[in-house]
Nanobody, 121 residues
């Protein structure tokens, strides 16, 4: 009932920037939090950044000062601005959203399909 579509990944050189987008659609009453995770080959999926409906943000130590998460509540869309990219940022980036389904007391916890970010040295 709720879907996420990510976009914006690609291949860049170290030091360059990318902006990821995550658009939520479906029977949404409210999105409590929109989160970005990443998973590098052979590693577990780790949280990168979190933003609540009120705009409170949190970041993994490895990206603090370089990445910025934001959201447009009117568009149900979250963004991840990634600056000063490093080769170790190479991973598949996943969007995750949690909230309440419209006309229901049921909650949703959904994931996007992932978008590849590759940073060359």
């Amino acid at each position: 009932q709720v879907q996420l579509v990510e976009s914006g990944g690609g291949l860049v050189q170290a030091g360059e920037s990318l902006r990821l987008s995550c658009a939520a659609s479906g029977s949404i009453s409210v999105i409590d939090a929109m989160n970005w995770y990443r998973q590098a080959p052979g590693k577990q999926r780790d949280v990168v950044a979190v933003i609540t409906s009120g705009g409170t943000t949190n970041y993994a130590d490895s990206v603090k000062g370089r990445f910025t998460i934001s959201r447009d509540n009117a568009k149900n869309t979250a963004y991840l601005q990634m600056n000063s990219l490093k080769p170790e940022d190479t991973a598949v980036y996943y969007c995750n959203a949690v909230g309440l389904i419209r006309w229901s007391r049921k909650r949703f916890d959904v994931w996007g399909q992932g978008t590849q970010v590759t940073v060359s040295s």
